[in-house]
């Protein structure tokens, strides 16, 4: 595969996982989650002003995903990445485990990767015009997509990992579904390999590592019991962001004849593919 057909595939991956996750945290908001209340109350708003406000944020949400698969700009992205952060935070904020909110990372995490690996603009009009597929990258702007992803992958499975050790509720709920007796085991079980799949990937992950848990993650997001098709979507964050770092690992395979050559002409040669 060549350097510029992998760029493109990152490119591709991460800008449907930034649209899933948005689309699908949407789609809570037209149906009005309950708990949503708890994070309208932190600015102060009540019960019922908060309902009212669910399908209108929801509906922003919606269509700020479905722009990212239509007609992209820098702008919405940079929004997307700021408003990901805040509604992670939100969790913690409410009461709940500060783990709710690493777990989230890949809401935010995979539209900031998109734009480090589009690159940031120095002309004010580029962050309103349409973003294409780059077709120059530089090996040091990969490399900040490589640390972002591996960040990213690390704080979301380290997040459902302690999650799992705590005993979350609703991870419970879905391993009692599934039939296991010793749910809590089951969960104990589970958390310890994700924490410890997390540092793997943060500190020296590998490519067949990765695959397995991007299948693991997208088999495990679809056990929960209420809206499952939406609770799927929204997660697209989370498994993108793995995918992505599956494709950004993949090693590119110079001619014999390239490989000969000096360093600078090898890179020189490489950014010439892109």
């Known amino acids: 595969m060549k350097l510029t057909n992998r760029i493109q595939d990152i490119y591709y991956t991460l800008r449907v996982a930034a649209a899933m996750c948005f689309i699908g945290h949407g ?36 269509l700020l995903g479905i722009s990212l698969l239509i007609y992209p700009v820098r702008t919405v992205i940079l929004w997307l990445v700021a408003w990901g952060f805040i509604t992670a935070s939100l969790r913690p904020l409410s009461g709940e485990p500060f783990a709710e909110m690493i777990e989230r990372a890949g ?39 490589e640390i972002c992803l591996r960040l990213v992958a690390f704080l979301l499975l380290t997040g459902h990992g302690w999650l799992n050790l705590a005993g979350k509720q ?24 994700e924490i410890t799949a997390a540092l793997i990937i943060l500190i020296r992950p590998a490519r067949d590592f990765l695959l397995v848990f991007v299948v693991w993650k997208m088999a495990t997001e679809l056990f929960y019991p209420h809206w499952q098709v939406f609770e799927w979507i929204e997660r697209g964050g989370s498994y993108g962001t793995l995918l992505a770092l599956w494709l950004v690992l993949k090693p590119v395979n110079l001619p014999k004849r390239i490989i000969r050559l000096n360093p600078s002409t090898r890179a020189a040669y490489r950014q010439r593919l892109e």
């Open 107 to 145: 809401n935010y995490g995979a539209p900031l990767a998109l734009l480090l690996l589009s690159g940031v603009e120095k002309d004010p009009a580029s962050w309103f015009q349409k973003m294409k597929p780059p077709l120059l990258v530089s090996e040091s702007r990969i490399k900040n997509v």
């Open 170 to 193: 609703a991870l419970i709920r879905q391993y009692t579904l599934l039939g296991f007796d010793n749910v809590h085991h089951v969960g104990l079980t589970a958390g310890l390999i």
């Open 27 to 62: 789609a809570f908001g037209i149906i009005t989650k309950a708990i949503w209340c708890n994070y309208f109350a932190v600015f102060g708003i009540g019960h019922d002003l908060a309902y009212r406000l669910m399908p209108v944020l929801g509906s922003i949400d919606i």
